[in-house]
């Protein structure tokens, strides 16, 4: 069976650092597209940071550019989104999703077209607030 399950989501200060987990099931995450996405109150979903399939280069959207970084771990079969200084508007629901696809493509492609992900994980809810 696939699957995503995220965590780590949790009620943090401005400023502040979080690492969200993204572990898969029933595939690796090394042969595959993943991405995190996120959805605050009342906004569309966002592509935030992703990491390709074929090369394992990874982008990150301008407004968290510097401030978070994805990665992934193998042996662990988990995908990380270390998360830093954290602002308000980063506030809301964090997705991974993954692309199963074969062929390749780019992070930024993917960051930026939610329709090329298969599945998604239920998400981890970031709360920032002082």
């Known amino acids: 069976q696939l699957q995503l399950v995220e965590s780590g989501g949790r009620l943090v200060q401005p400023g502040g650092s979080l690492r969200l987990s993204c572990t898969a099931s029933?595939?690796?995450?090394?042969?595959?597209?993943i991405g995190w996405f996120r959805q605050g109150p009342g906004n569309e979903r966002e592509g935030v940071s992703c990491i390709s399939r074929n090369d394992g280069r990874s982008y990150s959207a301008e407004s968290v550019k510097g401030r978070f970084t994805i990665s992934r771990d193998n042996t662990q079969n988990t995908v990380y989104l270390q998360m830093n200084d954290l602002k308000l508007e980063d506030a809301g629901v964090y997705y991974c999703a993954a692309d199963l696809d074969p062929s390749a493509v780019s992070a930024q492609h993917l960051c930026v077209t939610a329709s090329e992900f298969d599945f998604w994980g239920q998400g981890t809810r970031v709360t920032v607030s002082s």
């Open positions: 029933g595939f690796t995450v090394a042969s595959h597209g």
